[in-house]
């Protein structure tokens, strides 16, 4: 999505995620992104093979946590990384697709794996311009 | 943190008196130096936890505390379930007991010294550690909730380690009270194949030699001897833990509302003890426990292996295997009253004092072992409980240096090959699947171990038995 971005905030022992997009989607594509950096350089992972994902809550914030959740469940059981993220959100239901590939450790060199995402700074917000930020801060 | 926001207590207690909704004082046990270092976010959460219902005595924080969710890390607090006290799945965290366990290998220094290297590439092929790596061991649905209701018992029972063990783990190596079935299909899926692997982050199995003794007795009765080698493994609930953290903070958050609970931040989610959610959680939690407990008995056992190949006289006994994240519940003298309470301690070890009821017999009369994890590349440290310590904080004491420095920021600052390198300049090898792992560990983004603890031996929440200097680092 053009201009989309992510990037990291400082936490003293965790690491802030902060996604923003022209959509919720985008930015919540965005932050995925920046979970994917807390364990490897993203534009290392081979976006190989697709997996499917689905979640919903009652509002963004819930369902940011819920998102990010999905991703490190599906990370964790298939020891997989992911390095690209296509999102839709249709009324607090979120349908995405990740592709990745196997976890290399020799290729990846991973840093740390997220144990979950916490309320910890937790907020998403669209601005005046209309563009969407979202943001919390992961336990690793 | 300004030093004025608060009364002190002594050089090494800080109080902040109630305000606003806060039910009980938090006290912060810190010197004054380390006081400034700390986050302003420690005060603002201990606070919050003093407003939490049933709170009992005072919110404390250790001297490594440090900005957690919703809970300092680091923090201690106590609820009285007859007092409508709550239990909080963020007061525990996600590693669920997550913790280190010590074993002594009766080596001397040289004898190691000679096969060091060896022994740093053995344990680093025995011992997964890391993102995406998998233990040998994979469990059926049924073995699982065996694991879950057993701890360190279940994996004694499959083979791994000495029946000795048992006695000097907390609990006796298993945790009553668990419940299988408050755990979900997700969270068993996560563990499947993660029995004894080590994980990532700040877990770390390290060789370390007995550099300085402090308590001669104590020492003595640990069986630390200087110039001595022991190992300590620091690792956690792995996936188990984190999902069963993730599902409970999202149900206690949604649930706080229907049982009157006014967060002032949803991090703080909690349940009143005797509520549904609150005892569901409390079996899932203390299976999490038992979950941790095997996995570390595994890694012991794994360890011994080694040592087994290449110092066939080491015998390794385990000395203690202590927890920071848990909720437990305990009876403590409470204004001359003997009250059962659920004491949280997140980042914080329990420190039981000598005579202690739930001490193994050979142990009783020096107190509780507290292992206290340092940095690569700085020292860690053995403390014994005090009596003190129970009138202070629950019979509670630091977990480790705790960080000074985001990950983010230590990357910048540090290059993980440097760091390798320089640590073997210093005679320390480290071994790690990952350099920008080690990047972010680095000894430099920690607080002074050293301060952290002689702060807590000031203040009386543990006292200096034994430091410890490593030798091998196998980081995850």
Not at chain 1, 116 to 140: K, M, N, P, S
Not at chain 2, 129 to 132: C, D, H, I, L, P
């Given at each position: 999505?053009?201009?989309?971005?992510?990037?990291?905030?400082?936490?003293?022992?965790?690491?802030?995620?902060?996604?923003?997009?022209?959509?919720?989607?985008?930015?919540?594509?965005?932050?995925?992104?920046?979970?994917?950096?807390?364990?490897?350089?993203?534009?290392?992972?081979?976006?190989?093979?697709?997996?499917?994902?689905?979640?919903?809550?009652?509002?963004?914030?819930?369902?940011?946590?819920?998102?990010?959740?999905?991703?490190?469940y599906?990370?964790a059981t298939?020891r997989?990384?992911?390095?690209?993220?296509?999102?839709?959100?249709?009324?607090?239901?979120?349908?995405?697709?990740?592709?990745?590939?196997?976890?290399?450790?020799?290729?990846?060199?991973?840093?740390?794996e997220?144990k979950?995402?916490?309320?910890?700074?937790?907020?998403?917000?669209?601005?005046?311009?209309?563009?969407?930020?979202?943001?919390?801060?992961?336990?690793? | 943190?300004?030093?004025?926001?608060?009364?002190?207590?002594?050089?090494?207690?800080?109080?902040?008196?109630?305000?606003?909704?806060?039910?009980?004082?938090?006290?912060?046990?810190?010197?004054?130096?380390?006081?400034?270092?700390?986050?302003?976010?420690?005060?603002?959460?201990?606070?919050?936890?003093?407003?939490?219902?049933?709170?009992?005595?005072?919110?404390?924080?250790?001297?490594?505390?440090?900005?957690?969710?919703?809970?300092?890390?680091?923090?201690?607090?106590?609820?009285?379930?007859?007092?409508?006290?709550?239990?909080?799945?963020?007061?525990?965290?996600f590693d669920i007991s997550?913790?280190?366990?010590?074993?002594?290998?009766?080596?001397?220094?040289?004898?190691?010294?000679?096969?060091?290297?060896?022994?740093?590439?053995?344990?680093?092929?025995?011992?997964p550690?890391?993102?995406?790596s998998t233990g040998?061991i994979s469990l059926n649905p049924?073995e699982m909730d065996e694991m879950l209701?057993?701890g360190?018992?279940w994996a004694?029972?499959?083979?791994?380690?000495?029946?000795?063990?048992?006695?000097?783990?907390?609990?006796?190596?298993?945790?009553?009270?668990a419940?299988p079935?408050?755990v979900s299909a997700k969270a068993k899926t996560r563990q499947r194949d993660e029995m004894g692997t080590?994980g990532?982050?700040?877990?770390?199995?390290?060789?370390?030699?007995?550099?300085?003794?402090?308590?001669?007795?104590?020492?003595?009765?640990?069986?630390?001897?200087?110039?001595?080698?022991?190992?300590?493994?620091?690792c956690g609930s792995r996936g188990l833990g984190h999902q069963i953290g993730t599902e409970?903070?999202?149900?206690?958050?949604?649930?706080?509302?229907?049982?009157?609970?006014?967060?002032?931040?949803?991090?703080?989610?909690?349940?009143?003890?005797?509520?549904?959610?609150?005892?569901?959680?409390?079996?899932a939690?203390?299976a999490g426990i038992n979950c941790a407990l095997a996995n570390?008995?595994i890694?012991?056992?794994?360890?011994?292996?080694?040592?087994?190949?290449?110092?066939?006289?080491?015998?390794?006994?385990?000395?203690?295997?202590?927890?920071?994240?848990?909720?437990?519940?305990?009876?403590?003298?409470?204004?001359?009253?003997?009250?059962?309470?659920?004491?949280?301690?997140?980042?914080?070890?329990?420190?039981?004092?000598?005579?202690?009821?739930?001490?193994?017999?050979?142990?009783?009369?020096?107190?509780?072992?507290?292992?206290?994890?340092?940095?690569?590349?700085?020292?860690?440290?053995?403390?014994?409980?005090?009596?003190?310590?129970?009138?202070?904080?629950?019979?509670?004491?630091?977990?480790?240096?705790?960080?000074?420095?985001?990950?983010?920021?230590?990357?910048?600052?540090?290059?993980?090959?440097?760091?390798?390198?320089?640590?073997?300049?210093?005679?320390?090898?480290?071994?790690?699947?990952?350099?920008?792992?080690?990047?972010?560990?680095?000894?430099?983004?920690?607080?002074?171990?050293?301060?952290?603890?002689?702060?807590?031996?000031?203040?009386?929440?543990?006292?200096?038995?034994?430091?410890?200097?490593?030798?091998?680092?196998?980081?995850?």
């Open positions: 999505m053009t201009g989309a971005t992510w990037e990291h905030f400082p936490h003293e022992a965790d690491v802030g995620l902060r996604g923003r997009g022209p959509t919720l989607a985008a930015a919540f594509e965005q932050v995925a992104v920046a979970m994917t950096a807390v364990v490897t350089d993203p534009a290392g992972v081979r976006t190989a093979s697709a997996v499917a994902l689905e979640c919903e809550a009652e509002d963004p914030e819930l369902l940011l946590i819920e998102w990010l959740n999905a991703l490190v599906e990370m298939r997989m990384l992911f390095g690209r993220y296509v999102v839709s959100i249709d009324a607090g239901r979120l349908n995405a697709t990740a592709w990745g590939e196997p976890v290399d450790v020799a290729r990846h060199q991973p840093a740390a997220v979950g995402a916490t309320y910890t700074a937790l907020r998403v917000v669209q601005d005046t311009g209309g563009w969407w930020t979202a943001e919390c801060v992961v336990d690793v | 943190m300004d030093p004025s926001r608060f009364t002190r207590l002594s050089d090494y207690a800080w109080q902040v008196e109630p305000f606003g909704a806060m039910r009980v004082p938090a006290v912060i046990f810190a010197d004054e130096a380390l006081l400034r270092a700390m986050d302003d976010k420690v005060f603002e959460q201990a606070t919050n936890v003093a407003a939490l219902p049933g709170i009992v005595k005072a919110a404390y924080a250790m001297p490594d505390a440090h900005w957690g969710y919703g809970f300092p890390i680091g923090g201690v607090a106590a609820f009285d379930a007859e007092r409508g006290g709550i239990v909080s799945a963020g007061g525990v965290g997550c913790g280190v366990r010590c074993l002594l290998t009766g080596l001397r220094r040289d004898e190691v010294e000679d096969r060091k290297a060896d022994l740093a590439d053995a344990l680093f092929a025995a011992i550690a890391g993102v995406g040998a049924v209701a057993g360190a018992h004694l029972n499959r083979g791994y380690g000495e029946a000795a063990d048992l006695a000097r783990i907390e609990e006796g190596g298993r945790m009553a009270g419940d079935s408050a080590l990532s982050g700040n877990h770390y199995l390290e060789v370390q030699e007995v550099c300085e003794v402090f308590d001669p007795a104590a020492a003595e009765a640990f069986g630390l001897r200087p110039g001595e080698v022991v190992v300590s493994i620091h409970y903070l999202r149900d206690m958050a949604a649930a706080a509302a229907r049982y009157g609970i006014r967060l002032p931040d949803r991090e703080l989610a909690c349940a009143p003890i005797d509520s549904e959610i609150g005892q569901r959680y409390l079996g939690m203390r570390r008995q890694l012991g056992h794994f360890t011994r292996q080694v040592f087994g190949r290449l110092f066939p006289r080491a015998r390794l006994d385990l000395l203690f295997d202590v927890s920071h994240n848990t909720c437990k519940v305990e009876e403590h003298d409470i204004d001359g009253a003997r009250r059962r309470l659920h004491v949280h301690r997140k980042g914080a070890t329990r420190a039981f004092g000598p005579g202690h009821p739930d001490l193994p017999e050979d142990l009783r009369a020096a107190g509780q072992p507290v292992l206290i994890g340092g940095s690569m590349g700085t020292e860690s440290w053995v403390l014994a409980g005090t009596r003190a310590s129970e009138a202070a904080a629950f019979g509670s004491a630091c977990h480790g240096a705790g960080r000074s420095m985001s990950r983010h920021a230590a990357t910048r600052q540090w290059a993980g090959r440097q760091i390798v390198d320089d640590l073997r300049e210093r005679g320390i090898l480290v071994r790690s699947p990952s350099f920008r792992g080690v990047a972010e560990e680095a000894p430099g983004a920690y607080k002074d171990v050293g301060a952290v603890v002689e702060a807590a031996h000031r203040a009386g929440l543990a006292r200096k038995v034994a430091r410890l200097r490593p030798l091998v680092c196998v980081k995850g």
